[in-house]
């Protein structure tokens, strides 16, 4: 597997840096109607469930566009409109599925933790004893915002115990950090072909319970969003219902032999969680300090805190990182100011120790003697 020459790598959370494999795979063109996409489409949806050992109880159901749009079909198509859902926010993908839910007039309730914290267990455990009206829990597994990995096998655990209904968006965890519907029988997981999969962007999909999906029809308000419609076309001739994104398959598809080959969700985790290490001990060694301790760090995207040192100026230093061919991304949280630093697409530790020594030239070029944060 080689990269593309001259492109930047992105230490970003997706789109993120693809093989070239992957994106050679896309030097063709399919017909929506043919055979050979169709034997590749239930491929990929085939290999989706088994990586959430599914494929006894869930279906994968894909849908066009980024994968906001399939969080947003699975919640219209999942929650019915005299639902009430729970949603465990502590950042902003959490928020998005409120917005989504008040774009889709369904009730709902939050219990909201600062981005560095994850959820109570004890609270909600609590709220699901108090109110028999909550149907639905939503809960983010890597909450991409400050890189914090939620608890969701307690969550889904205490959820079921209620035997309520628990919905996961798991974009940017699925695939590299292990979830076994054997194990954790969550009833729908949402995430999309360009995080850690290392497709390109393009397609969204959620795996769900059948028995589940099975009581939706009519829910959704939205054609194009309704999940439900779209299993039962596809399980009548196998075929999307709308153009589907042919080319984002293919590569897909491809990721995904090169996905199996480095030892599927384990062999993943492996090299993420390397990359992650030598990201955070890199930027120790300069004076950085990541927002969160090692207990709450999913190895998808590191926050640092913003240096305290004068000579340190974000924008300068992201523009001079880029030149250097490695595309940061600016933080976007409550609780600190501060920017991220991925460890996720088709780069290895030999990228991340270079991308750390480009790093640490230009703040000598800058001048910036320490990436320590103010004290606080
Ligand atoms: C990336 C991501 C999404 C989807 O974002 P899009 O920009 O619509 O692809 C949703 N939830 C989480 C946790 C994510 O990381």
């Given at each position: 597997?080689?990269?593309?020459p001259?492109?930047?790598r992105?230490?970003?959370?997706?789109p993120?840096?693809?093989?070239?494999?992957?994106?050679?795979?896309m030097?063709?063109?399919?017909g929506?109607?043919?055979?050979?996409?169709?034997?590749?489409?239930?491929?990929?949806?085939?290999?989706?469930?088994a990586?959430?050992?599914?494929?006894?109880?869930?279906?994968?159901?894909?849908?066009?566009?980024?994968?906001?749009?399939?969080?947003?079909?699975?919640?219209?198509?999942?929650?019915?409109?005299?639902?009430?859902?729970?949603?465990?926010?502590?950042?902003?993908y959490?928020?998005?599925?409120?917005?989504?839910?008040?774009?889709?007039?369904?009730?709902?309730?939050?219990?909201?933790?600062p981005?560095?914290?994850?959820?109570?267990?004890?609270?909600?455990?609590?709220?699901?004893?108090d109110?028999?009206?909550?149907s639905?829990?939503l809960?983010?597994?890597?909450?991409?915002?400050?890189?914090?990995?939620?608890?969701?096998?307690?969550?889904v655990?205490?959820?079921?115990?209620?035997?309520?209904?628990?919905?996961?968006?798991?974009?940017?965890?699925?695939?590299?950090i292990?979830?076994?519907?054997?194990?954790?029988?969550?009833?729908?997981?949402?995430?999309?072909?360009?995080?850690?999969?290392?497709?390109?962007?393009?397609?969204?999909?959620?795996?769900?319970?059948?028995s589940?999906?099975?009581?939706c029809?009519?829910n959704?308000?939205?054609?194009?969003?309704?999940?439900?419609?779209?299993?039962?076309?596809?399980?009548?001739?196998?075929?999307?219902?709308?153009?589907?994104?042919?080319?984002?398959?293919?590569?897909f598809?491809?990721?995904?032999?090169?996905?199996?080959?480095?030892?599927?969700?384990?062999?993943?985790?492996?090299?993420?969680?390397?990359?992650c290490?030598?990201?955070?001990d890199?930027?120790?060694t300069?004076?950085?300090?990541?927002?969160?301790s090692?207990?709450?760090?999913?190895?998808?995207?590191?926050t640092?805190?913003?240096?305290?040192?004068?000579?340190?100026?974000?924008?300068?230093?992201?523009?001079?990182v880029?030149?250097?061919?490695y595309?940061?991304?600016?933080?976007k949280?409550?609780?600190?100011?501060?920017?991220?630093?991925?460890?996720?697409?088709?780069?290895?530790?030999?990228d991340?120790r270079?991308?750390l020594?480009?790093?640490?030239?230009?703040?000598g070029?800058?001048?910036?003697?320490?990436?320590?944060?103010?004290?606080?």
């Amino acid at each position: 597997m080689t990269l593309t020459p001259d492109d930047p790598r992105l230490l970003t959370p997706g789109p993120l840096t693809t093989s070239h494999e992957t994106k050679a795979a896309m030097l063709h063109d399919w017909g929506s109607r043919d055979q050979n996409f169709i034997d590749m489409n239930a491929r990929v949806r085939d290999r989706l469930l088994a990586i959430a050992n599914a494929a006894d109880t869930h279906l994968c159901v894909p849908l066009q566009g980024s994968g906001t749009f399939v969080v947003e079909a699975a919640l219209c198509t999942l929650i019915p409109h005299d639902g009430k859902a729970l949603i465990l926010i502590n950042g902003a993908y959490g928020h998005r599925m409120g917005k989504i839910l008040d774009y889709a007039g369904r009730s709902y309730i939050i219990q909201e933790t600062p981005e560095d914290q994850p959820p109570s267990i004890d609270a909600l455990d609590q709220a699901l004893t108090d109110d028999p009206n909550i149907s639905h829990v939503l809960t983010v597994h890597c909450e991409t915002t400050s890189g914090i990995l939620n608890p969701v096998e307690e969550i889904v655990h205490t959820v079921k115990a209620h035997d309520r209904v628990v919905i996961i968006d798991a974009m940017s965890a699925f695939g590299a950090i292990e979830l076994d519907s054997t194990h954790v029988p969550f009833d729908a997981l949402m995430a999309s072909s360009n995080k850690c999969l290392e497709g390109v962007p393009g397609m969204g999909f959620a795996i769900i319970r059948e028995s589940v999906l099975a009581e939706c029809e009519g829910n959704a308000h939205s054609l194009s969003l309704d999940l439900y419609d779209q299993w039962q076309a596809m399980e009548v001739n196998a075929q999307w219902r709308f153009t589907p994104p042919t080319h984002v398959i293919a590569a897909f598809d491809a990721a995904m032999d090169q996905f199996e080959a480095e030892g599927g969700v384990a062999g993943r985790h492996k090299r993420y969680s390397g990359n992650c290490r030598i990201i955070i001990d890199g930027m120790q060694t300069l004076g950085f300090e990541p927002l969160l301790s090692n207990n709450l760090q999913a190895p998808i995207i590191v926050t640092f805190k913003m240096p305290a040192d004068p000579a340190f100026d974000f924008q300068v230093f992201y523009n001079r990182v880029k030149e250097s061919g490695y595309v940061l991304y600016p933080g976007k949280l409550t609780v600190a100011p501060s920017f991220r630093i991925g460890c996720i697409g088709h780069l290895h530790a030999d990228d991340m120790r270079d991308a750390l020594a480009t790093i640490k030239a230009i703040l000598g070029d800058m001048g910036v003697k320490n990436g320590a944060p103010a004290a606080t």
